[in-house]
């Protein structure tokens, strides 16, 4: 809560970070304590604490299921951090996160392949970059590291060949009947 204190208005890169936490963080605890939280009650939660007005602006109700997702994010992000130390530095190839950040990843990935604009998922998009862009510098557990499954598919490098095609196509035969134009011009002069 020291934090909170110390939150200042000129400070607008971070409050959007910190106040979609503290609303993760209040969920979970509350959860624990007496079961899912009522928006009311984070409504109430927020109105005690001075500094929280701006967090107003970014409060949503959340329910158990996309809590379960928020959840699962978090947990998949811990893992893949715990991961790439294991990977560049565990000799041993013991590297249980991979798994565990691989399987969380691939639970929803069919349901963000028909619905690939949502938050969630495109945080799931995210993540695999990351996880492909961590594979180039992994030293060990290679035997760990998995594929992950493309959410959206890349079917614009299909379009963008016919239409270079095309666009090649037109091109030559536009300069090819200029220059035979230009050739019958010159031969009916002589």
């Known amino acids: ?28 605890m509350a959860k624990l304590i007496n079961g899912f939280p009522f928006y009311s009650t984070i409504l109430l939660f927020f109105n005690e604490i001075e500094n929280f007005n701006d967090c107003k602006l970014y409060m949503e109700d959340i329910d158990n299921k996309k809590f379960e997702k928020i959840t699962d994010l978090v947990e998949m992000y811990d893992d893949f951090d715990k991961f790439k130390k294991e990977s560049k530095t565990n000799e041993n190839d013991v590297c249980d996160h991979g798994d565990t950040c691989f399987n969380t990843y ?13 938050p969630f998922c495109l945080k799931l998009i995210r993540f695999r970059e990351e996880y492909n862009e961590h594979k180039k510098d992994v030293k060990y557990c290679t035997n760990k590291l998995k594929d992950l499954t493309q959410i959206i598919s890349d079917s614009s490098s299909p379009f963008l060949v016919s239409t270079a095609a095309m666009s090649a196509i037109s091109v030559a035969l536009f300069v090819s009947y200029k220059v035979i134009t230009l050739f019958l011009i010159i031969f009916n002069a002589f």
């Open 1 to 28: 809560m020291e934090y909170v204190k110390k939150l200042k208005p000129d400070q607008s890169s971070s409050i959007l970070p910190f106040c979609k936490y503290m609303h993760y963080w209040y969920y979970d």
């Open 106 to 118: 691939e639970k929803y990935v069919e349901g963000c392949k028909t619905n690939n604009g949502n």
